[in-house]
């Protein structure tokens, strides 16, 4: 069974950063895909990164490539989400998801069979 841990969210002051962890436990298949994306009230859910182990590809969206980045660790079982320059548009519940076979490294949330149940994300003065 594929369990995902997130942590790392938190209420920052605008132009401050955050680190988010997601760890991946219980993968059956060689390759695997994980992803952030974030959901602020009232919007549609929107992916940020991803990572797959099919053909090591990272990817961060365009909107926020200037800001964010992403790492892996842990046997690329896990993505970390390094958050800078932070603003208040960047509010949101931010979840991990996994992909538990080989695929590409995609920002769209169909692909993908395991959500985390997600950290909150506030940037406030």
């Known amino acids: 069974q594929v369990h995902i841990v997130e942590s790392g969210g938190g209420l920052v002051q605008p132009g401050g950063s955050l680190r988010l962890s997601c760890v991946v436990t219980?993968?059956?298949?060689?390759?695997?895909?994980i992803g952030w994306f974030r959901q602020a009230p009232g919007k549609e859910r929107e992916g940020i990164s991803c990572f797959s182990s099919s053909d090591g590809v990272r990817r961060v969206a365009d909107f926020v490539q200037d800001r964010f980045t992403i790492s892996t660790g842990n046997n690329n079982n896990a993505i970390f989400l390094q958050m800078n320059n932070l603003k208040p548009g960047d509010t949101a519940v931010y979840y991990c998801?996994?992909?538990?076979?080989?695929?590409?490294?995609?920002?769209?949330?169909?692909?993908?069979?395991?959500w985390g149940q997600g950290t909150q994300v506030t940037v406030s003065s």
């Open positions: 998801a996994a992909r538990d076979s080989w695929g590409p490294c995609l920002t769209t949330a169909a692909p993908y069979d395991y």
């Open positions: 219980g993968f059956t298949s060689d390759y695997h895909t």
